[in-house]
């Protein structure tokens, strides 16, 4: 949720941070702007919409000469995506960019309004530039400090002050990182935005502050300087290649086979390596969206075949809820970003409770990976779409593995899937690549206006995540069903040609499932049936290998991706950055 980039160094900054943004687009994308700054003057400059619309209007401005700057691309929380809300926010001497939400925004503001000082958006950040300015006399640390210690809420923020040289930089429960180059730094949300200049970095921990020039950085918190380790990240920039494909999402897509076989085989060499789960009575999977179902799939595997009873919540109801622990309650979290702000807050509940907590993170430098006990990385690499397809299959190997694993420990070595894992990459692939069965799907249901999804168990939580995908990307309304739940109301929206996806692997309740595609079939439903086993012929099937139920959902997953990937397309949907939403959910 809303990214910022800065930069302080003797090089010009607006391309710096233009394309800084550009990596951060994911994080929002309703409106963007940069500020640039020399000893004598500010000049800021924004646009409403996509990065690009922001680095048109640059070309059309004079700039000023300036050696330090910050940028942002917002995703909006306070007030509408118009220009005036766009950031950055310059009040008096002091001009900022947040990631975040400051919760008592709207108290401050009425306090700043009653000192008669003059607002000029509906945003929280601006609240905060004119509480650093009113604090400001002469030492910019102590305003800084004053103000952190009047908000409430989540921040990071680059600030710059008019007539002083350096950059400074907060944050508390949003994401930044502090660049460090050749003579030169910057700040990011993200790693990944800077990655052209330089692959050493400092993680700035809760409410430290850093003075940053263009040959130091200085890090301070409660008026004492503190020595940071500086780190290497392992993203390349030629990750962040589309390597030809016309969207991210379909390059991700494709980088699943390989990426099944990175992350599982070293790990089936040896279980070892995965924590013991048979030694916990009860687990909670805490996520959010895609994470969640990927959760539901685990929790399907580890109380069927390792009888370890599993809870599945999502991230903003659990982190408010009233929850019951016990010694051996182990909490798992799942997050492609490591960054959602309610998954946190689920996992510093868990260990406040002093419960062990288990991370299924791909962000090895992120906030859950950090702080969460123990930490499974997915390797997924970096994910841009904003729709995750590589992470979420991944998320499902591992809790499959786990399930296994744990199966094993309960059970003894009665199964043995080495060899189904050494398969599995060839069998997705070949599913990916039956890229014309998909289109020949899509384009008999991208005119439907809504679109259901339907599967018992397991394959239930499948459909879940298959019908996120498809609405999230192509706005057709969908709802994913318990097959057997569908007639107690929501089969009165059934109407001739409904589209009704329909998966059906597992093997207890297959013929139910299919009993349920009989009752909507009659009712003019298109059906649209995945399998793994033989089912009467409907209006289109999809077969897939029949496997083990532990990686059954990895080879019916890339089919609902294909689905949802060609229905969005035919529907000229901006595939890579749907409306309204945003990659990092660092706001709850
Ligand atoms: C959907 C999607 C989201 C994320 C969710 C959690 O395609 O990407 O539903 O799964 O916002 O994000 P992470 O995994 O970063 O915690």
Request: glycine residues 6%.
């Amino acid at each position: 949720m809303c990214g910022i980039v800065g930069y302080i160094g003797s090089k010009k900054p607006n391309n710096i941070l233009i394309e800084g943004l550009k990596t951060l687009e994911y994080r929002g994308y309703d409106s963007s702007g940069i500020a640039l700054q020399n000893k004598e003057k500010t000049q800021i400059i924004k646009s409403v919409g996509k990065i690009k619309n922001l680095e048109e209007k640059i070309k059309e401005e004079n700039l000023i000469n300036a050696n330090i700057g910050i940028a942002h691309t917002r995703w909006a929380t306070h007030g509408k995506p118009n220009e005036s809300n766009a950031h950055p926010h310059k009040v008096g001497k002091i001009t900022i960019v947040h990631n975040g939400i400051i919760e008592n925004a709207s108290v401050l503001r009425n306090i700043l309004e009653s000192q008669k000082i003059k607002l000029n958006s509906e945003t929280d950040t601006e609240v905060v530039a004119a509480l650093i300015n009113y604090y400001y006399q002469d030492n910019i640390i102590e305003a800084i400090n004053q103000t952190i210690n009047k908000i409430t809420g989540s921040y990071a923020l680059g600030i710059m002050v008019e007539g002083d040289e350096n950059l400074y930089a907060i944050r508390k429960d949003s994401p930044l990182v502090i660049g460090i180059g050749d003579k030169e730094h910057f700040i990011a949300s993200d790693i990944a935005a800077i990655i052209d200049h330089t692959n050493k970095y400092i993680l700035l921990e809760e409410n430290e502050i850093a003075t940053i020039s263009q040959d130091n950085c200085k890090i301070q918190k409660d008026g004492k300087e503190i020595k940071k380790q500086i780190l290497e990240t392992d993203i390349s920039a030629e990750s962040r290649d589309k390597c030809g494909y016309e969207y991210y999402m379909m390059k991700e897509i494709m980088e699943q086979p390989v990426l099944l076989e990175n992350t599982l085989k070293p790990l089936i060499k040896d279980l070892t390596q995965l924590p013991d789960l048979t030694k916990y009575e009860e687990i909670h999977i805490v996520a959010c969206g895609s994470a969640i179902y990927a959760g539901m799939i685990g929790k399907t595997l580890l109380e069927d075949y390792a009888n370890i009873k599993v809870t599945c919540e999502v991230a903003s109801e659990y982190r408010y809820k009233k929850v019951f622990y016990s010694e051996k309650t182990l909490v798992i979290l799942i997050s492609q970003s490591g960054e959602t702000a309610d998954t946190i807050a689920a996992m510093r509940k868990a260990k406040y409770n002093g419960v062990d907590t288990l991370a299924i993170v791909n962000v090895k430098s992120s906030t859950i990976a950090r702080e969460s006990k123990k930490q499974i990385y997915i390797e997924a690499g970096p994910e841009i779409a904003v729709a995750t397809t590589k992470a979420y299959l991944l998320q499902v190997a591992i809790l499959a593995l786990l399930s296994y694993k744990a199966t094993k420990d309960k059970n003894g070595a009665s199964i043995d899937l080495a060899k189904e894992i050494e398969m599995l990459p060839r069998l997705v692939k070949e599913i990916i690549d039956r890229r014309e069965s998909y289109l020949e799907i899509a384009k008999s249901i991208y005119n439907n206006n809504d679109i259901f999804f339907i599967g018992r168990k397991i394959d239930y939580a499948i459909s879940l995540e298959g019908s996120l995908k498809l609405k999230e990307i192509s706005y057709i309304h969908s709802e994913a069903y318990q097959a057997g739940e569908l007639k107690h109301g929501t089969i009165s929206l059934i109407e001739k040609g409904t589209p009704v996806i329909a998966i059906v692997t597992d093997k207890i309740v297959r013929e139910k499932t299919i009993s349920n595609i009989e009752e909507v079939k009659s009712r003019g439903a298109k059906i649209i049936a995945i399998t793994n086993s033989n089912l009467p012929s409907y209006d289109f099937n999809i077969s897939v290998p029949k496997i083990s139920d532990f990686f059954q959902p990895i080879l019916i997953i890339p089919c609902l991706q294909l689905i949802a990937y060609e229905v969005a397309k035919l529907r000229g949907c901006d595939i890579d950055k749907p409306k309204n939403l945003a990659k990092s959910v660092t706001v709850e």
